[in-house]
């Protein structure tokens, strides 16, 4: 393929986590095919149960099967919305909370198909942007580094972009050596505490002092803070705490998004 036209592709940030959006599709076809049948008249979307003598219980299943149904349909909609139209606009408004001059070293904590990467070296005139990642595909769709290199030829950055293979709990830099640091929805794949805790403090190393960071994720933002603080930063959270509450609620807790604004304090401070 030649420069020309995969500079004429658009950008394709991927899906994210396409196997919770498979399983909610499934989900949904499910309740529906639960409803469903009972509506055509194959079984009357009833079930009934004796726990004791004397007690029945009658469960209508064909009415939760559609409410369970049209719920995972809504959350799986949602969740390609926002992979497709919905991070990028989020993307700006995140990195509207650094104040550029355009000669920054930036890194992207797990930067997958390089959405913070290449909306960053967009804001670059003599500055870099490196991205760091172990392209799990189970994490986004098709998630490897030449993706990451495509989308920064679709917009315009290929010459302000690097990408390499690295684990952000060792990242292969030397203290010190970026202005800014990037991460949108990437440390909370890290399973274990104390493995997110190791990637907090490696990036709190790279940073240069007066370096800045903003930290995007769905859970754990207050190890996270704590972290930073622990590592010589201050941070302050920014964005919408009623969105916040609002998907804890709707999720039962498993998303808690929030947003973290760092700085790392000058030498001595």
């Known amino acids: 393929m030649s420069e020309a036209t995969a500079a004429a592709k658009p950008p394709d940030y991927g899906l994210d986590a396409p196997g919770v959006v498979r399983n909610l599709v499934l989900a949904a076809a499910a309740g529906g095919a639960l409803w469903g049948s009972a509506a055509l008249g194959f079984w009357s979307g009833r079930l009934a149960f004796s726990p004791r003598a004397g007690t029945e219980i009658r469960l209508t299943f064909s009415t939760c099967g559609l409410w369970i149904g049209l719920g995972c349909a809504l959350m799986a909609l949602w969740m390609v919305w926002e992979s497709k139209v919905g991070k990028v606009r989020r993307r700006e408004r995140l990195l509207d909370a650094i104040a550029w001059s355009g000669t920054e070293r930036v890194l992207d904590v797990g930067c997958g198909r390089g959405l913070m990467l290449i909306g960053a070296a967009k804001r670059l005139t003599a500055g870099k942007a490196t991205g760091i990642d172990i392209w799990q595909a189970e994490d986004l769709s098709g998630n490897k580094p030449e993706a990451a290199l495509a989308n920064a030829r679709a917009e315009g950055v290929a010459e302000r972009v690097d990408v390499q293979t690295a684990d952000m709990r060792k990242i292969p ?65 920014i964005g919408s705490r009623a969105l916040a509450v609002v998907l804890a609620l709707l999720t039962f807790g498993s998303l808690v998004p929030g947003t973290l604004l760092v700085t790392k304090r000058a030498s001595g401070a």
């Open 173 to 237: 830099f030397p203290d010190g050596t970026f202005d800014v640091a990037l991460s949108s929805a990437a440390i909370h794949n890290l399973y274990v505490a104390g493995d997110r805790a190791r990637a907090i403090a490696e990036v709190a190393r790279v940073l240069k002092p007066g370096g800045r960071a903003v930290i995007d994720d769905i859970r754990h933002l207050r190890q996270y803070t704590a972290a930073f603080e622990q590592h010589g930063c201050e941070v302050r959270a």
